[in-house]
């Protein structure tokens, strides 16, 4: 079992510019989170992703948006890139309204220059 | 609305000490609790968990126990090694909406 994977490792984009970010879950898990990780902060929740829908949303704009695929594996779209969205951003799998634990990968080090 | 609180780093022990990292949750119902662990330049490790009521999770030499009438889950290890130099994270999770809040993190930092 491979566990969460996420691709790519580290990403520069220039500001103003749109960035893909992927994610694979863990096999079996039905649900995807994504989080920002700013440096020496924790990780704040963007959204979740259920059935290939937008379950949930954190307290992020519009400029941030996904998608989940049949197979579960899911994408973080972000539009206009801003410097202060440079972080790490994190991809978690879950069974969903289990209550049990979520399984993150190694995350994705976006720079904005 | 739902949220962590942990004591605010970072914490400095010579190697061999207790350690103690505390967290507080509010309570609008029963969440699962967890600790994850991030070493430098990587992700969010599972470190330990507990489900329910006066569950104790451990892991590694370390423990952490459910306490509802507190609303708490405090990290303790009995003798911290110079490898537990990381920041960890308090994290509970509400099975109504699978959403996971995170504290802030409390960077440890180990002298040998």
């Known amino acids: 079992d491979a566990g969460v994977t996420q691709s790519p490792t580290h990403l520069i984009k220039t500001r103003g510019q749109q960035v893909t970010l992927r994610c694979s879950p863990k096999?079996?898990?039905?649900?995807v989170s994504w989080y920002q990780q700013a440096l020496g902060q924790g990780p704040q929740f963007i959204f979740q992703?259920?059935?290939?829908?937008?379950?949930q949303r954190g307290n992020f704009p519009d400029r941030f948006s996904g998608h989940q695929f049949p197979n579960y594996s899911s994408e973080l779209n972000v539009n206009a890139l801003l410097l202060g969205d440079s972080a790490l951003y994190l991809c978690?799998?879950?069974?969903?309204?289990?209550?049990?634990?979520?399984?993150f990968g190694q995350g994705t080090r976006l720079t904005v220059v | 609305g739902d949220s962590v609180t942990q004591m605010e780093g970072p914490v400095t022990l010579s190697e061999e000490a207790f350690l103690t990292i505390n967290c507080t949750y509010t309570a609008t119902g029963y969440p699962s609790l967890f600790w994850y662990v991030q070493y430098p330049g990587e992700g969010l490790q599972l470190l330990l968990k507990a489900t329910k009521a006066d569950d104790k999770g451990s892991n590694k030499g370390f423990e952490a126990t459910y306490r509802k009438e507190t609303t708490s889950f405090h990290l303790e290890k009995g003798s911290v090694q110079v490898s537990d130099s990381a920041v960890y994270f308090c994290a509970p999770l509400w099975a109504r909406d699978d959403k996971i809040i995170f504290g802030k993190g409390t960077r440890l930092h180990i002298l040998p």
């Open positions: 992703y259920y059935e290939e829908e937008e379950r």
């Open positions: 096999s079996g898990h039905d649900t």
């Open positions: 978690a799998s879950s069974l969903r309204r289990r209550g049990t634990e979520a399984f």
